[in-house]
């Protein structure tokens, strides 16, 4: 005698049921025990991957060990991105400091004209003045080669992330 079972909890494939056969004699028990296996194909897209995102995929073993190196040289390389931008953002509210300290010398340059002090504040002024400008030119030197850096971090970032590539059998 030959009997169709059908499998419970096997899943459906297309529009069927998995059905199996196994040959019982006329009273007679068996078992038949059924191993199944599924191709499985995931595609994730990180265009921009983000630190949550990838500690996400590393606790869930998502990746195997040799997988994480990737992502996490990934994160690390944001990391620097994020502090040259840190520096640049600092730079740039020291520009701004001085540009607001030369904003009160400037109005007494302007009020003092004609005072008998005039000439020796106008030098103090002066001397200030320089002595700002010459910081300012240097933060924004500095600001321009932290930009350069940051640009160049910021391509290495997006060529790790182009370059890669991962597959695993899961």
């Given at each position: 005698?030959?009997?169709?079972l059908?499998?419970?909890?096997?899943?459906?494939?297309?529009?069927?049921?998995?059905?199996?056969?196994?040959?019982?004699?006329?009273?007679?028990?068996?078992?038949?025990?059924?191993?199944?296996?599924?191709?499985?194909?995931?595609?994730?897209?990180?265009?921009d991957?983000?630190?949550?995102?990838?500690?996400?995929?590393?606790?869930n073993?998502?990746?195997?060990?040799?997988?994480?190196?990737?992502?996490?040289?990934?994160?690390?390389?944001?990391?620097v991105?994020a502090?040259?931008?840190?520096?640049?953002?600092?730079?740039?509210?020291?520009?701004?400091?001085?540009?607001?300290?030369?904003?009160?010398?400037r109005?007494?340059?302007?009020?003092?004209?004609?005072?008998?002090?005039?000439?020796?504040?106008l030098?103090?002024?002066?001397?200030?003045l320089?002595?700002?400008?010459t910081?300012?030119?240097?933060?924004?030197?500095?600001i321009?080669?932290?930009?350069?850096?940051?640009?160049?971090a910021?391509?290495?970032?997006q060529?790790?992330?182009?370059?890669?590539?991962i597959?695993?059998?899961v």
């Amino acid at each position: 005698m030959v009997a169709g079972l059908t499998c419970e909890g096997a899943g459906r494939e297309g529009s069927g049921i998995y059905r199996f056969r196994l040959e019982v004699p006329a009273r007679a028990t068996a078992s038949l025990q059924v191993e199944g296996t599924r191709t499985l194909d995931v595609t994730y897209s990180i265009s921009d991957p983000k630190a949550d995102q990838i500690r996400l995929f590393i606790k869930n073993k998502t990746v195997t060990p040799e997988m994480e190196q990737a992502p996490q040289k990934i994160m690390d390389q944001k990391t620097v991105v994020a502090k040259l931008e840190q520096e640049m953002e600092n730079q740039q509210r020291g520009i701004d400091r001085i540009v607001e300290d030369q904003e009160q010398p400037r109005e007494n340059i302007k009020a003092l004209r004609g005072s008998a002090e005039e000439k020796t504040l106008l030098q103090r002024y002066a001397k200030q003045l320089d002595e700002q400008e010459t910081q300012f030119e240097g933060l924004r030197r500095t600001i321009r080669d932290t930009e350069a850096q940051h640009n160049k971090a910021n391509d290495q970032v997006q060529k790790m992330i182009d370059g890669l590539q991962i597959e695993a059998t899961v």
